[in-house]
């Protein structure tokens, strides 16, 4: 009894963040959640074998962020965040209508990025909005309603990047070939003046200085993930019900489908700090 009392209070408290991505990307949005709210224990999962999800369909996308979902829960995450524009995109609403309908899971909860986004972004100017995303993101065209719902006379020019993902996923992002690729693609976003540019993948700060350059001073780049940790901290406190269920600790585990070493290698180049241990999985 003694022992099945352990076991249940365990599980009662291992109720941990966690961030899902195809890959690297989400770090960019867990290393600000981290900075901001760093007493909570955190895991991340990066489905680096499979990405980038930015060329599959939206069905295809579904169905990976649903393997990506059921495993978290099964780890003891209460809180996912889906830490990426693309699978937001697609299949936020559904993985919320699928796992989060029971009246048994109401503690559990799986949030976006791209609404504290676009509300950030509508408040913040009266320009020109630029978004840049994967070639999922751009076609769903989430951006464009989402800051229309806000303001109908938003006006927005946005530009698919698809070969930018594959570049970072592959840590090809600081060679001058890739710099080339970003300018040519932020080349026709420049001509529009934006007053701002939303980098709508998670994977775009990653070469955030050449992004910054190449945009010159006149346009605002936007940090994702320091409008994702600001809007996380004033969720968890309009909301204690969950709050107090997550578990405190300066705990972060990292999981991948990918290489474990490269994994770690890539995530400290980034300037982790506390990636003690990466751990290969499959889901
Ligand atoms: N990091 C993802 C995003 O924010 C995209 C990655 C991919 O294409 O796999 O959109």
Known sequence: LCQQQNFTAYFQTNQMIAFFDSGYGGYTIMAEVEKLLPDYEYLYLGDNFRAPYGNHSPDR???????????????????????????????????????????????????????????????????????????????????????????????????????????????????????????????SVK?????????????????????RRFMGKKTIVLNQGEIVANSLKNYLQRHPEIESNLKKSSIRNFQTTGDAEKFSEMLRNAGAKHILQVEKVVF
Not at 199 to 204: F, G, K, L
Request: glycine share 2%; with cysteine; net charge positive.
């Open 191 to 211: 001509t529009h003046n934006p007053e701002i540019l939303i980098p709508a993948c998670t994977h775009y700060p990653f070469m955030d200085k050449d992004i």
């Open 61 to 187: 996308i579904k169905d990976l962020s649903e393997s990506a979902v059921e495993y978290l829960f099964a780890q003891g995450a209460t809180l996912i965040i889906i830490a990426c524009n693309t699978i937001c995109a697609s299949s936020l609403r559904h993985l919320q209508e699928k796992y989060l309908r029971e009246p048994n899971v109401k503690n559990r909860k799986i949030l976006g990025i791209i609404t504290p986004t676009v509300e950030y972004a509508a408040q913040k100017v009266r320009g020109k909005i630029a978004v840049i995303g994967t070639r999922a993101t751009i076609e769903s065209q989430v951006y464009d309603i989402e800051l229309t719902k806000i303001d109908p006379k938003v006006s927005l020019v946005s530009k698919a990047c698809p070969l930018l993902v594959p570049l970072i996923e592959e840590n090809w992002h600081k060679k001058p070939e890739a710099k080339m690729i970003l300018k040519k693609y932020l080349h």
